[in-house]
Every structure is written in C-alpha cells, then in structure tokens.
C-alpha cells in the first residue's frame, strides 16, 4: 500500500489496496495515516454496498445518519444526490458532518456512484493546520468558549434548505443541537482542533448570536484559506475517508444539468475533549 501526501495542509493519496479484501495490518496502516492526514483518497473501489458497510465496520460502528434519505434496502448508507433539474446540492458548504450530536460522528466514508462529466469536486481543510496558525491570544481566548450546533435551519421543518433538498431530507422533527469546546484535542494525535463550521455553530456559549458573528466569520474564512486545503476530483469508484473532527469538506455545486450520487456512510466517535 502507498501513501502519498495530498496536499502540504492535509489529505494522502492512497494507492495499491483492495478495499473489498483488507488485511488488519492494512486496517492499522490506515487509521495511522487517517489520523495523520485527516482525509484518506482511493480510486477505483468499485465496493457493493455490503462492501461499503464491511469496510467502514473495520473502524468503528456505523453512526447512522438521521436525515438524508437512505440507500434503499440500506439503512446504514447515507444517499448525497442532485438530479440533473435540481438546483441545491448536499453538504454545499463548508462543515463537518454531525458537529450537531453530542458526540459527532468520527468519520465519514463517501463513495462516488455516478459523476458529473466535469465538476462536483469536493474540498477539504485542516482545522489543526489553521487553528496553528492563530495568534496566542487569540488561541488562548478560543479555548476557553464552548459553542452551540444546532441542525434545525437546515434539516427542520419548512426552513429553506429543508424546502430546497425536498425527498433528499427526511425526518424533520428529528433535529436538536448540542454544545461543544470551540478547541478540541484529537484523540489519537493530541492535536489541537478548531472545532467551529459554517453549516452547524450558531454561536458561543454566553455570547449572542450578533456577538458571536463577527469572530466566527473570521474563524470561518481563516480557515477556509487554499494554503490549508485541497481539492478532490471524483470519478465512479472513488472514495474519500475524512475525519470530522480534523478536517471540514465542502461538496462544490458547480455541474447543473448532470447527476451526482455518492454513498456515505459515518462511523460512530467518542466523546470530545477539550485542549
Ligand atoms: C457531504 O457533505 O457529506 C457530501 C460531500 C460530497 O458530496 O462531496
């Protein structure tokens, strides 16, 4: 198996493994380099859904995503999909998936089924290469706030995405919140983690919302800077395996006129700490 670095921030290109029949050497090997990238690149792994739920069940259990329709006859697979009429994609923001459960989701493993000719990239970013690179005081500040993730303006009720994913939704009345350490420590490096995104934290624990905008905003397009990032271009059978506490995605939504469908599937986490 060979490891490759992606890009200078984070991501590794993995090449020479059979996903479908992986040893638990493989399995160690990968969950070093998981921790060590934050998001893991494969092509060709053309996996049946069995396959799918076999190799995520290699890392953890599957945390089973309460609100995209799922995979028919597959309640562990997560469908991410835009028609060829349809104008709103999923995840076509910056997040990470989950940061709304008290303990989010560990990782996610999405596997492209069907690609646009061009476009429907995906990009990811470092949280610890960005938070890094924070000023002291400002480190320091940001470690002692815990913010609130709510998922109830996106997957609730008659909110406007709600209304713009239409079927892609489901379970509206499931949504709820939780509040996490604005600075995480990744369990297996002891590294230390921005733990904000643009799609789920509303704001900091004691703080207004209107408060809170300012310094999430810049939070939110520090990290977004292309030096801690990179971008993946999908075909059938690739799959990228990130980890949500390290890393935050964003599915591109630039291919109107075509289909895009991937499988997802999150894998349960433990408990955050705080740095
Ligand atoms: C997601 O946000 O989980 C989906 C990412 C993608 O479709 O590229």
Known sequence: MKIEPASAAVGANISDVDLANISNAEVA?????????????????????EQHIAFAERFADIDVNQFFQPVADYPQIAEVRKEA??????????????????????????LAREVPPT???????????????????LKKTLE???????????FGAGTEHKEA????????????????????????????LLYVNAAFT???????PEES???????????????????????????AMWDNRSTWHWALNDYHGHRRLMHRITIAGEPLTAA
């Open 119 to 137: 476009g429907g990239d995906t990009r990811f970013a470092s949280v610890a290469a960005a938070y890094n690179e924070l000023s002291d005081g």
């Open 85 to 110: 009429d349809q104008i709103v994609n999923i995840g076509g923001g910056w997040h990470t998936d989950h940061s709304y459960d008290q303990i989010p989701a560990k990782g996610s493993i999405l």
């Open 165 to 192: 994913a239409g079927e892609r939704f489901v379970n509206p009345e499931a949504v709820g919140g939780a509040i996490h350490p604005v600075v995480i420590r990744h369990p297996n490096t002891g590294e230390k």
């Open 213 to 239: 905008r300012p310094l999430l905003d810049f939070l939110l397009e520090h990290t977004a800077q292309d030096r801690f990032s990179t971008q993946f271009q999908w075909e059938p059978g690739s799959i």
């Open 29 to 49: 090997k990968l969950t070093e380099a998981w921790a060590r990238h934050g998001v893991l690149f494969f092509r060709d792994q053309h996996l049946s859904p």
């Open 202 to 208: 509303t704001h900091f624990v004691g703080w207004t």
């Open 144 to 154: 002692s706030l815990h913010a609130h993730h709510s998922n109830e303006h996106v």
